[in-house]
C-alpha cells in the first residue's frame, strides 16, 4: 500500500556492489524525473562514517546519521535511493524495493575491472552467490514490494529500465484517483 503523504513514490535500488544499481538508476532518474540518491555519495558528503574498515578499504557508515541526514528528503517521495545494504533504512520510506542480480562471472569481471582484488573482489562476488542482499531485503521489507531484477545484459537493463518506469506511471496515476 502507498504511503498516503507521497503523491510520487519512493524506490529502492539494491543488490551486492557491481550489479549494475548506479547505472540504472542515472538512467532511471533521466527517465522518470525523480532524484537519484546515492547514499555513498550522501555519506561523504556528510561525512556520515563512524570507521575505516582495513579489510575491505572502505569507510563504515554511520546509519543513524544517514537517516536523519534523508529523513526529510525521503518524507516529500520522488526519490531513487541506491544502496548495497538495505536493512537499515526505516521500512516506511519505500513503496517498491529492487534487487539487482547478476551472474558471478559476470559479476567477477566488473569488479575486478574495477580494481576489486583478493578478499574484497572474492567476498563481494561470495555475497551475489549466497544472495545475501536478497534475504536482507526479503527480511526487512514486505516481500510483495520486493522484486529481483536480473542485470547481466544491456537487454536486461532496457526491460529493467520499462519495468520500473511503467510501475512508477501506474503508481502516479493511482495516488491521483
Ligand atoms: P553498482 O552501482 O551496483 O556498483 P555499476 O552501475 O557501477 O554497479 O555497474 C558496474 C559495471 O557494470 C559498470 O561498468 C556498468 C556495467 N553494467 C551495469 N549493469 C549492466 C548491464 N545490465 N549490462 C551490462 N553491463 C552493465
Redesign the pocket.
Not at 17 to 24: D, M, N, R, Y
Not at 151 to 154: A, D, G, Q, Y
Given at each position: 500500500m502507498a504511503n498516503s503523504q507521497r503523491s510520487i513514490p519512493n524506490i529502492l535500488v539494491t543488490?551486492t556492489?557491481?550489479?549494475?544499481?548506479?547505472?540504472?538508476c542515472e538512467q532511471l532518474a533521466e527517465g522518470t524525473g525523480l532524484e537519484w540518491l546515492e547514499v555513498g555519495q550522501i555519506a561523504k558528503d556528510c561525512e556520515c562514517f563512524e570507521e575505516y574498515d582495513e579489510v575491505y578499504q572502505c569507510p563504515v557508515l554511520d546509519e543513524d546519521m544517514i537517516i536523519d541526514e534523508m529523513e526529510d528528503k525521503m518524507g516529500h517521495g520522488g526519490k531513487i535511493v541506491?544502496y548495497?545494504g538495505c536493512d537499515f533504512f526505516p521500512e516506511r520510506w519505500f513503496d517498491i524495493v529492487f534487487v539487482?542480480r547478476a551472474n558471478n562471472t559476470v559479476l567477477y569481471d566488473?569488479l575486478a575491472?574495477?580494481g576489486y582484488t583478493g578478499k574484497k573482489l572474492e567476498d563481494n562476488v561470495q555475497c551475489e552467490i549466497f544472495q545475501t542482499i536478497l534475504e536482507e531485503a526479503q527480511g526487512a521489507y514486505r516481500p510483495d514490494i520486493v522484486h529481483e531484477l536480473p542485470?547481466?545484459?544491456?537487454d536486461?537493463?532496457e526491460e529493467n529500465l520499462d519495468k520500473i518506469t511503467t510501475w512508477v506511471e501506474e503508481w502516479k496515476m493511482r495516488a491521483l484517483s
Open positions: 543488490g556492489p557491481g550489479v549494475g544499481k548506479s547505472t540504472l541506491d548495497h539487482l566488473r575491472h574495477r542485470s547481466n545484459t544491456p536486461d537493463m
